[in-house]
């Protein structure tokens, strides 16, 4: 795969972002041991979290509705009920809140009870166990309206007017959380862009089976230009933000790889990885749109009716993260976090060639 097809913005740097050598008075040192709680430690990027802070000193607590074999701490419930996120964060010092419900299609009231209710839940009970610091892990849908997204910041999250129901409601959590920022409880909301690597279910295996049993159409050829982020870097980033608290608490901050590069081809590049044929055929942006609005209704009744448990082929959110730009200038993230991506995709896509080679 070739370089970014448009340039990332630089020139000066952005408002909100920290001056260098600008060090606050009591800036917490990096790698310093504490009691952090993981929520969503069982899904690709949480667990990446988990064993980058264990890696790092940290003394680690998960929290997750099953059961995972892993090398720290762990407890099983969900964020929603108060019992189990009152016992969670006892004796804990930071909180790093990933568990989420993540689907294209379902009812509402499901997103509200996890995304939301278990939202706040959460933030209460670590408020009233003395936590000092909560990440909460968003995403840039909670900002994107429809329209293309180019070199643009992180925006202001919108519970009325974002894509679909996963969207509002992680914009309304995020809204939730930030809003209870202070300076005896530090909140920071980290956006990762579209994660994938390495045994990842919900981008990765799901081009990969649609590309092999050839079901995976591009839209408008593919020509779309998106960032995304490899899950070391996402997990790398989402630690630094609760180690720089001292910067990003208050703030949503966007982090992709910096990498802008045509659907098309980032979708050829996992394929290829995968070893199976990269989508030959495309259809008009506009019609998957259209399409995919049908589709989704069909689908939500089906499921209701427990006719189908999978995801849709087509939504009309996922039409047009397929068929519009989104890319993010990262100027700002990189400052405040002191931060930098370690994994290029080229190199992330070898990596996911290493895992399905070996």
């Known amino acids: 795969m070739s370089g970014p097809h448009e340039p990332v913005p ?13 060090e606050p008075e009591g800036a917490e040192p990096e790698g310093a041991g504490r009691r952090v709680l993981v929520t969503g430690a069982s899904g690709l990027l949480g667990k990446a979290v988990a064993q980058l802070l264990h890696d790092r000193g940290h003394s680690v607590l998960t929290l997750q509705r099953r059961a995972v074999e892993q090398e720290w701490d762990s407890m099983q419930g969900s964020v ?48 009233r166990a003395g936590v000092r610091d909560f990440v909460f892990v968003s995403s840039p849908s909670v900002a994107h309206l429809g329209a293309s997204i180019v070199g643009a910041g992180a925006g202001a999250a919108s519970p009325y007017l974002a894509r679909g129901f996963y969207a509002r409601s992680k914009a309304a959590a995020e809204e939730i959380a930030l809003a209870q920022d202070s300076p005896a409880f530090r909140v920071a909301a980290i956006r990762p862009h579209v994660v994938w690597g390495p045994g990842d279910t919900q981008l990765v295996e799901r081009v990969v089976e649609r590309a092999r ?27 630094r933000g609760l180690e720089r608290m001292d910067y990003a608490h208050g703030q949503a901050l966007v982090v992709t790889n910096g990498e802008p590069r045509p659907v098309g081809e980032l979708i050829a590049g996992i394929c ?42 087509m939504t009309r959110f996922l039409a047009e993260q397929l068929s519009t730009a989104h890319w993010f200038d990262q100027r700002q993230t990189q400052s405040v976090l002191d931060w930098k991506p370690a994994v290029s995709l080229d190199e992330g896509l070898a990596r996911l060639a290493e895992y399905y080679q070996g």
Not at 81 to 101: E, M, Q, Y
Not at 215 to 239: F, K, S
Not at 275 to 301: D, F, M, N, Q
């Open 10 to 22: 630089t020139g000066a740097m952005p408002t909100g972002a920290v001056p260098e050598g600008a």
């Open 80 to 127: 929603a009920d108060p019992d189990v996120a009152a016992r969670a964060v006892h004796g804990v010092d930071a909180v790093i809140h990933l568990a989420a419900k993540v689907s294209f299609t379902g009812e509402w009231n499901d997103f509200v009870a996890t995304n939301i209710v278990g939202t706040r839940q959460l933030l209460a009970a670590a408020r």
């Open 213 to 239: 049993a050839g079901r995976l159409p591009l839209l408008d050829g593919g020509r779309a230009l998106i960032d995304t982020t490899y899950v070391d870097n996402a997990a790398e980033a989402i630690v």
């Open 272 to 313: 290829a990885a995968a070893g199976v044929p990269a989508p030959a055929y495309s259809v008009p942006g506009w019609l998957a749109r259209g399409a995919g609005t049908v589709i989704e209704k069909v689908w939500t009744a089906a499921g209701t009716r427990g006719w189908v448990h999978d995801e849709p082929p």
